[in-house]
């Protein structure tokens, strides 16, 4: 997926902006009352300083009402007083609107935009394949949907709105001072061409500086991270001081780059104000000129001296835009690589539903690799009858824990396929297929919830009369009914209040609460001690009763219960056969059952074997 220019980047921020366009409207349409507002309260103001002059001075012209409008004749008093009231009345309407324009603003961007978008990136997060999450840290995927997100809201907030307001407001400024008087408008903005200038150079430099900047909190937010989950990997080696100069150093970095942008940010907004107070100099003494001579009132260049600094002022916020905008294309670019991500894994479009399937299992010439160079799995072919259990045994990294994840889908193979009841998994339905699989992991995760929420996890409708079956089949229920609160005890983070074994049964009985067909089992009883073993080996005795069963491992324990066993290596199928037949072939699956002379079970088993043969 090549990557967006800024270009594209504004077209698609437009877009997304114009889903709201009748709240931007709305409150881009406050702005404009409240704009029209403020000028007239200057306005104002400028004709009761002429009103007060020419009762000093009544040799004076008269002040200029606006709109032809011609007073009463009422005495100076009187008028000051209507154009006070006038003023008062202003003031209070842009108080009131100012609250109206706040309230949509927060509608606009914090109740609608946000959370919204918010929804989208997660719910794309939800859809795609594993493939995205290997190639992208946690901490960078964490801040799609935190930072990036709100850099997005800042676009339209900051930079849309604002710079509408900011074109409008310098229109409105504009056009009232060349009514008033165009030659020393002219005069004054003579030297507004360096204020782009310099806008445009700062806007150059500026967009590569934020983009490093964000891959430096990446992984800021990634050590953060890895710091907190691995607390106790790091206690147990007395690393703290190591993890907290690494975390110190990525914050550091951090810190530097922010350091330079607020200084090149600090330089460039006293810069363009500068340039813009240069303006206030030439107005003071045309202008001043102007109203010695009488070609202008005094109250007309105390409101053109109020119009040029508002105009200044906006003129200068330009630099803020200009640094917003960039924040938003950087925060941008990461909303948009989730949103744009290939699903690689999609429901094809008339999905196949069997009204029952019975599990069989077939791998025709099977291929895989997580990149095109470096394949992982090559030219598998088995089949697996209904109701069989099949153990997996290979080394680290031979492909085992691949295999099984083709089966739910979570990866497609790059080439031959996968028939379940003999159709294609890619012409199921994601939904049906994995509903019909139940898996269990190495390390299960258990949500900070109640028992009886996790294991309904994959179906929250389940009655407790369900719940507490699947338990029983996994041999949950007996320690399960000895917590404190039975089935609603809630899980600390990580279930760390349940043993592993325990952990492992929940585990279970969540895989197997929808009946499901088809039971993956990654390899649930490595690295756990005698006693948990057995507890995980009896309740996968359960389990896999009636369902077909593959199950990655390694323990002869475990292997033994299969009807029959797979043996790979380097992603292909070297060895095929029972666990008597593999023995007797002294291949690498006896060499394997060898190796395991801590395993009394196993030792056990061997020398059983060894004197049948």
């Given at each position: 997926?090549?990557?967006?220019?800024?270009?594209?980047?504004?077209?698609?921020?437009?877009?997304?902006?114009?889903?709201?366009?009748?709240?931007?409207?709305?409150?881009?349409?406050?702005?404009v009352?409240?704009?029209?507002l403020?000028?007239?309260?200057?306005?104002?103001?400028?004709?009761?300083?002429?009103?007060?002059?020419?009762?000093?001075?009544?040799?004076?012209?008269?002040?200029?009402?606006?709109?032809?409008?011609?007073p009463?004749?009422w005495?100076?008093?009187?008028l000051?007083?209507?154009?006070?009231?006038?003023?008062?009345?202003?003031?209070?309407?842009?108080?009131?609107?100012?609250?109206?324009?706040?309230?949509?603003?927060?509608?606009?961007?914090?109740?609608?935009?946000?959370?919204?978008?918010?929804?989208s990136?997660?719910?794309?997060?939800?859809?795609?394949?594993?493939?995205?999450f290997?190639?992208?840290?946690?901490?960078?995927?964490?801040?799609?949907?935190?930072?990036?997100?709100?850099?997005?809201?800042?676009?339209?907030?900051?930079?849309?709105?604002?710079?509408?307001?900011?074109?409008?407001s310098?229109?409105?400024?504009?056009?009232?001072?060349?009514?008033?008087?165009?030659?020393?408008?002219?005069?004054?903005?003579?030297?507004?061409?360096?204020?782009?200038?310099?806008?445009?150079?700062?806007?150059?430099?500026?967009?590569?500086?934020?983009?490093?900047?964000?891959?430096?909190?990446?992984?800021?937010?990634?050590?953060?991270?890895?710091?907190?989950?691995?607390?106790?990997?790091?206690?147990?080696?007395?690393?703290?001081?190591?993890?907290?100069?690494?975390?110190?150093g990525?914050?550091?970095?951090?810190?530097?780059?922010?350091?330079?942008?607020?200084?090149?940010?600090?330089?460039?907004?006293?810069?363009?104000?500068?340039?813009?107070?240069?303006?206030?100099?030439?107005?003071?003494?045309y202008?001043?000129?102007?109203?010695?001579?009488?070609?202008?009132?005094?109250?007309?260049?105390?409101?053109?001296?109020?119009?040029?600094?508002?105009?200044?002022?906006?003129?200068?916020?330009?630099?803020?835009?200009?640094?917003?905008?960039q924040?938003?294309?950087?925060?941008?670019?990461?909303?948009?690589?989730?949103?744009?991500?290939?699903?690689?894994?999609?429901?094809?479009?008339?999905?196949?539903?069997?009204?029952?399937?019975?599990?069989?299992?077939?791998?025709?010439?099977?291929?895989?690799?997580?990149?095109?160079?470096?394949?992982?799995?090559t030219?598998?072919?088995?089949?697996?009858?209904?109701?069989?259990c099949?153990?997996?045994?290979?080394?680290?990294?031979?492909?085992?824990?691949?295999?099984?994840?083709?089966?739910?889908?979570?990866?497609?193979?790059?080439g031959?396929?996968?028939?379940?009841?003999?159709?294609?998994?890619?012409?199921?339905?994601?939904?049906?297929?994995?509903?019909?699989?139940?898996?269990v992991?190495?390390?299960?995760?258990?949500?900070?919830?109640?028992?009886?929420?996790?294991?309904?996890?994959?179906?929250?409708?389940?009655?407790?009369?369900?719940?507490e079956?699947?338990?029983?089949?996994?041999g949950?229920?007996?320690?399960?009914?000895?917590?404190?609160?039975?089935?609603?005890?809630?899980?600390?983070?990580?279930?760390?209040?349940?043993?592993?074994?325990?952990?492992?049964?929940?585990?279970?009985?969540?895989?197997?609460?929808?009946?499901?067909?088809?039971?993956l089992?990654?390899?649930?009883?490595?690295?756990?001690?005698?006693?948990?073993?057995?507890?995980?080996?009896?309740a996968?005795?359960?389990?896999?009763?009636?369902?077909?069963?593959?199950?990655?491992?390694?323990?002869?324990?475990?292997?033994?219960?299969?009807?029959?066993?797979?043996?790979?290596?380097?992603?292909?199928?070297?060895?095929?056969?029972?666990?008597?037949?593999?023995?007797?072939?002294?291949?690498i699956?006896?060499?394997?059952?060898?190796?395991?002379?801590?395993?009394?079970?196993?030792?056990?088993?061997?020398?059983?074997?060894?004197?049948?043969l």
């Amino acid at each position: 997926m090549s990557e967006l220019t800024h270009a594209q980047l504004l077209r698609r921020l437009l877009a997304l902006s114009w889903r709201y366009w009748r709240k931007c409207l709305a409150v881009f349409g406050y702005q404009v009352v409240l704009l029209g507002l403020g000028v007239a309260g200057l306005g104002l103001s400028g004709l009761a300083i002429d009103v007060i002059r020419h009762a000093l001075e009544p040799g004076m012209a008269p002040p200029r009402w606006p709109l032809g409008f011609t007073p009463p004749a009422w005495s100076t008093l009187e008028l000051l007083y209507l154009l006070g009231g006038l003023v008062l009345a202003a003031a209070a309407a842009r108080a009131l609107l100012n609250y109206a324009y706040s309230v949509a603003a927060g509608d606009l961007l914090q109740m609608k935009l946000v959370p919204e978008l918010r929804t989208s990136v997660f719910n794309k997060l939800q859809r795609l394949s594993f493939r995205f999450f290997d190639q992208n840290a946690s901490g960078s995927i964490f801040n799609r949907v935190t930072g990036d997100v709100q850099s997005v809201r800042s676009f339209v907030d900051g930079v849309l709105l604002q710079g509408a307001i900011m074109l409008l407001s310098l229109g409105v400024y504009l056009a009232y001072m060349l009514r008033t008087h165009a030659v020393l408008t002219l005069s004054c903005l003579a030297l507004t061409p360096l204020l782009w200038l310099f806008t445009n150079l700062f806007a150059r430099w500026v967009a590569p500086v934020y983009r490093k900047n964000r891959e430096l909190s990446d992984r800021m937010v990634l050590a953060m991270s890895e710091g907190v989950s691995g607390i106790q990997v790091t206690k147990v080696f007395g690393r703290e001081q190591a993890e907290q100069a690494r975390f110190e150093g990525h914050n550091a970095l951090v810190r530097d780059q922010q350091t330079a942008i607020f200084v090149r940010v600090s330089r460039f907004g006293p810069t363009i104000d500068f340039i813009s107070q240069l303006n206030i100099g030439v107005l003071l003494l045309y202008g001043g000129t102007l109203v010695a001579r009488g070609a202008m009132t005094l109250g007309d260049l105390i409101v053109f001296a109020g119009l040029l600094q508002q105009f200044s002022a906006q003129v200068s916020s330009m630099a803020g835009i200009v640094n917003t905008l960039q924040q938003s294309l950087t925060g941008a670019r990461g909303v948009f690589e989730v949103l744009d991500a290939p699903l690689e894994v999609e429901d094809p479009r008339q999905p196949a539903r069997p009204a029952e399937l019975s599990g069989r299992i077939r791998f025709e010439q099977v291929e895989f690799g997580y990149a095109k160079e470096q394949p992982v799995l090559t030219e598998l072919s088995f089949e697996i009858e209904p109701g069989a259990c099949v153990a997996v045994l290979g080394g680290t990294g031979s492909g085992k824990s691949t295999l099984l994840s083709l089966i739910p889908r979570f990866y497609d193979p790059t080439g031959g396929r996968i028939l379940l009841d003999g159709v294609d998994l890619r012409d199921l339905g994601l939904d049906y297929l994995r509903r019909n699989i139940g898996l269990v992991f190495q390390e299960s995760l258990l949500f900070r919830s109640s028992v009886a929420q996790n294991i309904a996890f994959g179906n929250p409708d389940a009655s407790r009369e369900q719940i507490e079956h699947a338990a029983k089949v996994a041999g949950a229920h007996e320690f399960v009914t000895r917590l404190p609160e039975g089935y609603d005890t809630v899980l600390e983070e990580g279930a760390v209040n349940l043993s592993g074994g325990q952990r492992q049964r929940l585990a279970i009985a969540r895989a197997l609460l929808l009946e499901p067909k088809i039971l993956l089992l990654d390899d649930p009883t490595t690295a756990v001690d005698a006693q948990t073993e057995h507890e995980v080996l009896e309740a996968m005795d359960a389990a896999i009763e009636g369902r077909t069963t593959l199950i990655v491992a390694n323990r002869l324990s475990t292997l033994r219960r299969a009807d029959w066993i797979l043996v790979i290596d380097d992603g292909r199928i070297v060895e095929r056969g029972t666990h008597q037949e593999l023995l007797k072939n002294r291949g690498i699956y006896y060499r394997a059952a060898s190796l395991q002379a801590a395993d009394q079970d196993s030792i056990v088993l061997l020398e059983a074997l060894g004197r049948r043969l």
